[in-house]
Nanobody
Framework: QLQLVESGGGLVQPGGSLTLSCAASGFNLDYHNIGWFRQAPGKGQEGVSCISSYGGNTHYTDSAKGRFTVSRDSAKRAVYLRMDGLKPEDTAVYYC???????????????????WGQGTQVTVSS
């Protein structure tokens, strides 16, 4: 069974940092583009960042640029989203998603992804 599992969410004060992890079960993340999405209460799902299968291509939504960093570790079969300078408006459930796409640029469009995790809650509050 193919699964993605996110971890690393939690409660953090404004200005703080968190690192989310995305790990795969039942398949290898190699050759897969990975996207990070979030959904705040009462809002639609938003693409936050993505990284290509080869790691050389990344994208960020405007609100994440300069604050978030996406990376991957092939040896650990994991993808990470480092979030610095967190703001209350970053509060949301964060999801990782995967699509097999070797040598293809990644996308922030949710329709491009086949596999999804269950999400991890990030709350930014004082």
């Amino acid at each position: 069974q193919l699964q993605l599992v996110e971890s690393g969410g939690g409660l953090v004060q404004p200005g703080g940092s968190l690192t989310l992890s995305c790990a795969a079960s039942g398949f290898n993340l190699d050759y897969h583009n990975i996207g990070w999405f979030r959904q705040a209460p009462g809002k639609g799902q938003e693409g936050v960042s993505c990284i290509s299968s080869y790691g050389g291509n990344t994208h960020y939504t405007d609100s994440a640029k300069g604050r978030f960093t996406v990376s991957r570790d092939s040896a650990k079969r994991a993808v990470y989203l480092r979030m610095d300078g967190l703001k209350p408006e970053d509060t949301a459930v964060y999801y990782c998603a995967a699509v097999r796409a070797p040598n293809t640029a990644c996308s922030l469009q949710r329709a491009m992804y086949d596999y999804w995790g269950q999400g991890t809650q990030v709350t930014v509050s004082s």
